[in-house]
T-cell receptor
Framework: DVKVTQSSRYLVKRTGEKVFLECVQD?????MFWYRQDPGLGLRLIYF???????EKGDIPEGYSVSREKKERFSLILESASTNQTSMYLC??????????????FGDGTRLSIL | AQSVSQHNHHVILSEAASLELGCNYS??????LFWYVQYPGQHLQLLLK??????LVKGIKGFEAEFIKSKFSFNLRKPSVQWSDTAEYFC???????????FGAGTRLFVKA
């Protein structure tokens, strides 16, 4: 069974801080994704990666960056946290496209509050 | 622009009532369609998926969905809901061969015991 593990379930940070959210998957998936989930807005894609050291912007990349140094790990970085980045952050992974277009597997989420 | 629309944001039903959650997508080309569910305090998980073939797909826990290409719809149904179906449901679409899955805004279902 695929396991996607996010480092924290809850996190509280201050405005201006640099924040790191970590995600690890154990199924050797090529694709990894970071979303934020807000009430009434569903899931919005921040960044995704289809290979080590590769990254692509999603729909709302402003204020975020990512790092993928190893296949199993995908980190989301808030360069200078702001209150409008208070949200639930979800990490997901999936096999490469063409492999049956398998659905994504999600972590438990990190509820981040910026004070 | 590619989009996924869910018709209802909140649905309240009594146990044993029938459920239908609407989903419409706006996509060019061939799409793969999904319904995900998020139970309170749990991670998103796949309920069912459509890639090709029979447009009526069956998922876990008695859920099914019908892909109607002419209507760009993929509605989720269950003939008799249970209290344990209380959750948030997300419809999603992915262009075949693509990377980006587009999610709808979600529908919160509350089932009264």
């Amino acid at each position: 069974d695929v396991k996607v593990t996010q480092s924290s379930r809850y996190l509280v940070k201050r405005t201006g801080e640099k924040v790191f959210l970590e995600c690890v998957q154990d199924m050797d998936h090529e694709n990894m994704f970071w979303y934020r989930q807000d009430p009434g807005l569903g899931l919005r894609l921040i960044y995704f990666s289809y290979d080590v050291k590769m990254k692509e912007k999603g729909d709302i990349p402003e204020g975020y960056s990512v790092s993928r140094e190893k296949k199993e790990r995908f980190s989301l970085i808030l360069e200078s946290a702001s209150t409008n980045q208070t949200s639930m952050y979800l990490c997901a992974s999936s096999p490469p496209r063409g492999v049956g277009n398998q659905p994504q597997h999600f972590g438990d989420g990190t509820r981040l509050s910026i004070l | 622009a590619q989009s996924v629309s869910q018709h209802n944001h909140h649905v309240i039903l009594s146990e044993a009532a029938s459920l239908e959650l609407g989903c419409n997508y706006s996509y060019g080309g061939t799409v793969n369609l999904f319904w995900y569910v998020q139970y309170p305090g749990q991670h998103l998980q796949l309920l069912l998926k459509y890639f090709s073939g029979d447009p009526l797909v069956k998922g876990i826990k008695g859920f099914e969905a019908e892909f109607i290409k002419s209507k760009f719809s993929f509605n989720l149904r269950k003939p008799s809901v249970q209290w344990s179906d209380t959750a948030e449901y997300f419809c999603a679409a992915l262009n075949t061969g693509g990377f980006k899955t587009i999610f709808g805004a979600g529908t919160r279902l509350f089932v009264k015991a």
